[in-house]
Each structure stands twice: as C-alpha cells, then as structure tokens.
C-alpha cells in the first residue's frame, strides 16, 4: 500500500491580491470620516469684505453696522421726547418774535427811559433861555424820535425772529413729523407785527405821521 501524501491548500495570486486589498481597505477607512468631518467644520475662505456661509466676515458686520445706524435714525426720529425738543424750540422762537412784535406798538421801559432822558437833556439845553421852537425841538422833538427808534428796533428784531422761525425747518434735516400749526401761525404773526412796527417807527421818526407842533409867529403890528 503506498502512502499519500496530505494535500496542501494551493494559495494563488488572485487570493493574495484579495487579501491586499481588505487590508489596505481597513487601515484607510477609518481616516476618511475624521477628514469629512474637519472639512466640514473649518468654513472655506472667503474673500476680503464678503460674507461667509455662516453670515460671518467684514461684509456681514458692515451690513449690520448700516442696518444698525437706520434703524437708531429711525427711532431717534420717532422718539416723543426728540419731538416735543425741537418744538419746543420752534415755539420758544415763534413766541418771542410775537412778543417783540407787541412791544415795538406798544412800547416798553426801555424806550419810556431813553425818552425821558431825551426831556431831561432839552431841559438843560433850553433852561438859559430860548425860543419856543427850539424848546419844543429840544424838550419834546428829540423825546419823540428816540421813543420812534428804540421801538424800530424791537420792530425789526421781531421781523427777523419770526422769518427764521418760519424758514428754519427748510433749512434743517427733513423731519417726518411737520411741525404744528400753532408755531408757524404763532410766527407769522410776529412777522407781521414786526412789519407794522417798522412802519409806523420810520414814520414817526421821520415825522411822517404826526408832525412836530409849531409855533405860530405874531403879526408884525
């Protein structure tokens, strides 16, 4: 009986570059999803002054930054207390110019004062002796002229007041709330009362209105 010899597994070339590859494969797979997941965390580069994926980079801060600055225009101007301050100030200047106007008709301590001092001078002047017209010129005359003058004055401060109360909003940054009606009206009128004043302060100055009193020269008998 012959002996047999025990049959040896043949191992070929296709089983080797099998196992080649399932070792490659186990060595490299596990690499691949580390780096998918740092390519996915670290944001790709965005040029200068644009904005990233992620709404980060100069381009979005300085769209913020401009939303931002609207937005507090926006609020300032529909702040109640900016308002009421710039009407305020509309009203204050409005009122002063009516009230100016008033004075420069009426008359105040001022031109009462600067006109009694204009008396007190004539008095002086005339109380050597005089004519009678040069004491009426003097006394009365110089009185009645300075009272026309101190109260142009006020007249044309009050012109001036209520025009820059009126134009002053044409001038300023536009407002989405106009100003009411009450300071304009309020405005105009010491506009008008300014213009009044002016008239009638040239006229009696100028002795256009009410001429001085003049004294009657006697009869040669």
Same mark, same amino acid.
């Given at each position: 009986?012959?002996?047999?010899?025990?049959?040896?597994?043949?191992?070929?070339?296709?089983?080797?570059?099998?196992?080649?590859?399932?070792?490659?494969?186990?060595?490299?797979?596990?690499?691949?999803?580390?780096?998918?997941?740092?390519?996915?965390?670290?944001?790709?580069?965005?040029?200068? /002054?644009?904005?990233?994926?992620?709404?980060?980079?100069?381009?979005?801060?300085?769209?913020?930054?401009?939303?931002?600055?609207?937005?507090?225009?926006?609020?300032?101007?529909?702040?109640?207390?900016?308002?009421?301050?710039?009407?305020?100030?509309?009203?204050?200047?409005?009122?002063?110019?009516?009230?100016?106007?008033?004075?420069?008709?009426?008359?105040?301590?001022?031109?009462?004062?600067?006109?009694?001092?204009?008396?007190?001078?004539?008095?002086?002047?005339?109380?050597?002796?005089?004519?009678?017209?040069?004491?009426?010129?003097?006394?009365?005359?110089?009185?009645?002229?300075?009272?026309?003058?101190?109260?142009?004055?006020?007249?044309?401060?009050? +012109?001036?007041?209520?025009?820059?109360?009126?134009?002053?909003?044409?001038?300023?940054?536009?407002?989405?709330?106009?100003?009411?009606?009450?300071?304009?009206?309020?405005?105009?009128?010491?506009?008008?009362?300014? !213009?009044?004043? !002016?008239?009638?302060?040239?006229?009696?100055?100028?002795?256009?209105?009410?001429? +001085?009193?003049?004294?009657?020269?006697?009869?040669? /008998?």
């Amino acid at each position: 009986m012959n002996p047999t010899t025990p049959k040896t597994p043949t191992v070929t070339a296709a089983d080797d570059d099998r196992e080649n590859r399932t070792a490659t494969e186990a060595t490299t797979t596990p690499e691949a999803p580390e780096a998918q997941d740092r390519a996915a965390s670290e944001p790709a580069d965005a040029p200068d /002054g644009s904005e990233t994926a992620d709404g980060s980079g100069p381009g979005a801060h300085a769209g913020t930054d401009a939303d931002t600055e609207s937005f507090d225009d926006e609020a300032a101007e529909d702040d109640p207390h900016t308002r009421e301050s710039s009407w305020i100030g509309a009203g204050t200047t409005a009122v002063v110019a009516a009230a100016l106007g008033v004075v420069s008709l009426t008359g105040g301590w001022t031109s009462r004062v600067a006109a009694e001092r204009e008396t007190l001078l004539g008095q002086i002047h005339t109380g050597s002796g005089g004519s009678a017209a040069q004491q009426i010129s003097e006394i009365y005359g110089d009185a009645w002229h300075t009272t026309a003058f101190v109260n142009g004055v006020f007249a044309l401060v009050a +012109l001036l007041v209520g025009v820059f109360a009126l134009v002053r909003p044409a001038f300023g940054a536009p407002s989405a709330h106009p100003q009411p009606g009450w300071i304009r009206a309020v405005a105009l009128a010491g506009v008008v009362l300014g !213009v009044i004043g !002016v008239l009638l302060s040239v006229g009696m100055y100028f002795d256009l209105f009410v001429a +001085l009193p003049t004294v009657a020269t006697p009869a040669a /008998g």
